[in-house]
């Protein structure tokens, strides 16, 4: 950690916090070691604009050591997990709300930290990604907390003028990759299960839902990256991307717990598919504790209208594919899509071929799903 700007017996502290953490959490002071600190009066509390740690003298000075370790490491996990670049164009107050219930469930895992005293906590939703737990947050607008309003996009809109397209995200991936050795290093590198998946989750963030699609269905003699193997047996893949055509069945959860936002989100999904792969078939249909369809989809027509409001059950979807297919004669079977929030009863048995889940933020956890590849729709 650069400690040019840190004069004073509150700047000392700030390095004194990184020496204590080099022993007890070396993986959060190999972190510290990659961001600039500096102590100001410009900001409140503390704050970071995705590179360096602000660090107001007045307000750390009334901090205990646990309590200035958990600020330090508040801050520069907003830094490593990117959580500056990835507000994109969220609404900024509700967002770093968001952050910092993520964060502060982070930090409270880990022994000898102490968040400061007015810390946001949600042991709710602190389980939940960023993207998620801001889903949340929109539909609950008397949650705005202040918080430590900490968050601030200077730094990275700078770097976007200076070095577009690079920068600040390939910086911290390296950063993590330098901290995990570290960790190694001295032999403290099992990470709390929660932290590990968020760190791997900034070097390698999770793709968009259709490109994991379009990876399931299709290979080129050029690209076999993200070929899912498990579907050879089941014939789905392709030798040429012209003049094949592969059927898609996409279910949508129009059960009571989905509202009309998220149903209309899917259905904008659904277009999605029909309009960017002209090599695939899709079939829609909808599903609550019964399955309607399958209904035959056309780029130039719209969409037909959803159907259900009850109660929630996966089974029916694949049982109404299984039998309706049985009575079909054709090469490959369909890949199964389900855009769903994941609430619900699902079928005792998988059903025997590729499923992918599309799962709206707030949703279940992947964990809660028996089968399938999971992904989230942010």
């Known amino acids: 950690m650069s400690s040019d700007s840190l004069p004073s017996h509150q700047g000392r502290r700030i390095s004194a916090s990184q020496v204590r953490l080099a022993g007890s959490h070396p993986f959060f002071a190999a972190l510290m070691m990659m961001a600039r600190s500096e102590i100001t009066d410009k900001v409140d509390t503390a704050a970071t604009d995705g590179r360096t740690l602000f660090f107001n003298a007045q307000f750390?000075?009334?901090?205990?050591?646990?309590?200035?370790?958990?600020?330090?490491?508040?801050?520069?996990?907003?830094?490593a997990l990117l959580h500056v670049p990835r507000r994109r164009t969220r609404d900024p107050l509700l967002w770093n709300i968001a952050a910092d219930i993520h964060v502060n469930g982070l930090i409270r895992q880990e022994h000898g930290l102490r968040l400061p005293n007015g810390a946001i906590v949600d042991r709710q939703l602190e389980h939940l990604s960023v993207e998620e737990i801001y889903a949340v947050l929109?539909?609950?607008?008397?949650?705005?907390?202040?918080?430590?309003?900490?968050?601030?996009?200077?730094?990275?809109?700078q770097e976007r003028r200076d070095h577009p397209g690079t920068g600040i995200e390939a910086y911290w991936k390296a950063a993590i990759q330098?901290?995990?050795a570290a960790a190694a290093l001295a032999n403290q590198a099992n990470l709390p299960a929660?932290?590990?998946?968020?760190?791997?989750?900034?070097?390698?963030?999770?793709?968009?839902?259709?490109?994991?699609?379009?990876?399931?269905l299709v290979r080129t003699p050029d690209d076999f990256r993200g070929f899912d193997r498990r579907v050879l047996w089941n014939r789905i893949y392709l030798e040429q991307l012209e003049g094949e055509s592969v059927m898609v069945d996409v279910c949508?959860?129009?059960?009571?717990?989905?509202?009309?936002?998220?149903?209309?989100?899917?259905?904008?999904?659904?277009?999605?598919?029909i309009r960017s792969y002209p090599?695939?078939?899709?079939?829609?249909?909808?599903?609550?504790?019964?399955?309607?369809?399958p209904f035959e989809l056309d780029s130039r027509?719209?969409?037909?209208?959803?159907?259900?409001?009850?109660?929630?059950?996966?089974g029916p979807f694949f049982e109404s594919v299984r039998r309706e297919r049985a009575e079909a004669?054709?090469?490959?079977?369909?890949?199964?899509?389900?855009?769903?929030?994941?609430?619900?009863?699902?079928?005792?048995?998988?059903?025997?071929?590729?499923?992918?889940?599309v799962v709206v933020p707030g949703g279940a956890q992947s964990a809660e799903f028996p089968f399938g590849e999971v992904v989230r729709l942010v």
């Open 138 to 157: 929109l539909t609950e607008p008397g949650r705005r907390e202040l918080g430590l309003q900490d968050l601030q996009e200077g730094g990275c809109r």
């Open 60 to 79: 750390i000075a009334g901090l205990t050591a646990e309590e200035l370790d958990g600020l330090v490491v508040h801050e520069v996990l907003h830094c």
């Open 329 to 357: 004669v054709a090469e490959a079977e369909p890949l199964l899509v389900y855009i769903t929030d994941g609430r619900g009863t699902f079928p005792s048995t998988a059903p025997g071929r590729p499923v992918l889940w």
């Open 279 to 293: 090599s695939v078939k899709c079939r829609l249909w909808y599903a609550d504790a019964e399955c309607h369809g």
């Open 252 to 273: 949508i959860d129009t059960s009571g717990s989905v509202d009309d936002r998220q149903l209309e989100e899917f259905l904008g999904e659904v277009r999605g598919i």
């Open 301 to 314: 027509e719209p969409l037909p209208a959803p159907v259900g409001g009850g109660g929630t059950h996966f």
């Open 178 to 180: 330098r901290a995990l």
């Open 194 to 216: 929660r932290l590990l998946r968020e760190v791997r989750m900034a070097c390698d963030p999770s793709l968009d839902w259709r490109t994991v699609l379009w990876r399931w």
